[in-house]
């Protein structure tokens, strides 16, 4: 649940927008089906289904959270659940309509479509789900939103961030979708602040978790940076001559049979989703945590659980070159270089050297200096000592081990096949 973490005096009831107990017992954010523009709660046991205002559950009573009339009445929220039929049906009708309405290609259709699913099991994701959207378009971007708006678990449009990450009404475990072509400080505040579980902002003598998914729309630019780590990026393509226009009424009938079918399946299977073992070892990174979740969203359909590794295939490469960027690599390459000369004794001018020549190779003009490069050898728990020839460490068994950990942990590409150290850390490469 996202809400402030304080004490509640007495047996007052606790307002909520959704509640998990084990892998059975939910309580879950509704319209009234007797009068549709209140809100009201679904309790879930087993088979066993109650609507009403007040539920209790573990011995407290929930109320439905208070919102803003403006909220509310935008709010994407379902009457009742209903049947879905599979698992694989749904995911087809969903990613049918991201094709047709949101102009989007077979492998965007299938990606959007998992951040679909995942948004309604956001509460049990480690890390949460992001789709940022690029491209020039920003009609097509906001009707893609729109699509978003209509299979998504409690979606917010956003045009744009107010003064204060607290201007999102994060009590109602939102999925933001923001529509915002221009990257702003507040959005990487608030990637900052949301994306990991666990992780709260102090605000005024409590803490205020925000973590939630989102689909965020920044224009012609992509994010950059620790901003981009655990993100989903998708790089828009303009959409097909004489794709249909989302008209109000299509949104409507989209959100009335998808939100019904979302939620009847994230009650069906929530036990099914929080015992998964599914797993994406190809994967490194956050796109290996987020293909984990993914995927144990999908419980019961391996081709479809499978799918998510190519989904998300760009993001781990975007990540590992990235990664192979860093000057910490830099670093790690050029000490990888005098591991495989096996020398007894690495000096820090010789590993200056190597740096300075990789640079030239990549055409940077950039020199660095021993000066600067012991600091940095330390920093990654190398520690030199000075002789008669300068500073130094020697090249032990363990110390290769390690600078060879830090090339496959940094995405290094260095092999030498005649080394057994690089023959055990890439296997696949020989």
């Not at 694989?88 to 047709?100: H, M, Q, S, T, Y």
């Not at 828009?236 to 794709?243: C, D, F, R, T, W």
């Not at 190519?310 to 670093?331: F, N």
């Not at 591991?339 to 820090?348: F, L």
């Amino acid at each position: 649940m996202t809400a402030r973490k304080n004490l509640r005096p007495g047996n007052s009831p606790t307002p909520t927008a959704g509640e998990t107990v084990g892998d059975e017992v939910t309580i879950e954010l509704i319209r009234d089906p007797k009068d549709p523009p209140r809100l009201t709660l679904l309790r879930c046991d087993g088979g066993r289904r109650k609507v009403g205002p007040r539920q209790k559950l573990g011995g407290t009573t929930y109320t439905p959270v208070a919102v803003d009339p403006s909220l509310a009445k935008r709010l994407r929220l379902p009457v009742r659940t209903s049947p879905y039929g599979s698992t694989r049906k749904l995911f087809a009708a969903i990613e049918d309509a991201f094709r047709k309405f949101g102009g989007l290609n077979e492998r965007a259709a299938t990606l959007a479509t998992y951040i679909s699913f995942g948004t309604f099991f956001w509460d049990l994701a480690p890390i949460a789900p992001c789709l940022v959207l690029t491209g020039p378009d920003a009609f097509q971007a906001a009707q893609l939103l729109k699509v978003f708006d209509c299979v998504t678990r409690h979606p917010v449009l956003l045009s744009g961030l107010g003064a204060s990450l607290y201007d999102v009404a994060h009590s109602v475990q939102p999925t933001i979708l923001l529509h915002q072509p221009s990257r702003s400080s507040l959005v990487k505040r608030l990637l900052a602040a949301s994306q990991v579980r666990g992780f709260s902002v102090a605000r005024q003598g409590t803490v205020e978790e925000l973590f939630g998914a989102k689909v965020m729309y920044l224009g012609d630019r992509s994010l950059k940076g620790l901003a981009a780590e655990t993100t989903i990026p998708m790089a828009l393509s303009p959409a097909p001559p004489g794709s249909p226009v989302l008209t109000e009424d299509i949104e409507t009938d989209l959100a009335s049979e998808f939100q019904s079918k979302l939620l009847e399946y994230r009650i069906e299977t929530f036990g099914k989703v929080r015992r998964s073992a599914f797993d994406a070892p190809q994967l490194s990174g956050s796109a290996r945590v987020l293909a984990r979740f993914l995927g144990s969203c999908l419980p019961g359909d391996r081709d479809l659980q499978v799918g998510v590794l190519r989904s998300l295939a760009g993001m781990d490469q975007a990540a590992r070159v990235a990664l192979a960027q860093r000057p910490e690599s830099l670093l790690i390459e050029a000490l990888l270089i005098q591991c495989h000369e096996r020398k007894a004794t690495i000096y820090v001018g010789d590993v200056t050297n190597n740096v300075n020549a990789l640079l030239r190779e990549r055409g940077e003009t950039l020199k660095v200096t021993a000066r600067a490069v012991g600091p940095k050898i330390a920093s990654l728990g190398i520690f030199t000592e000075r002789d008669a020839s300068g500073y130094a460490f020697k090249a032990t068994n363990e110390v290769r081990r390690q600078v060879h950990q830090l090339a496959k942990a940094y995405s290094v590409p260095t092999f030498l096949k005649s080394c057994q150290l690089c023959r055990e850390f890439y296997p696949r490469v020989e």
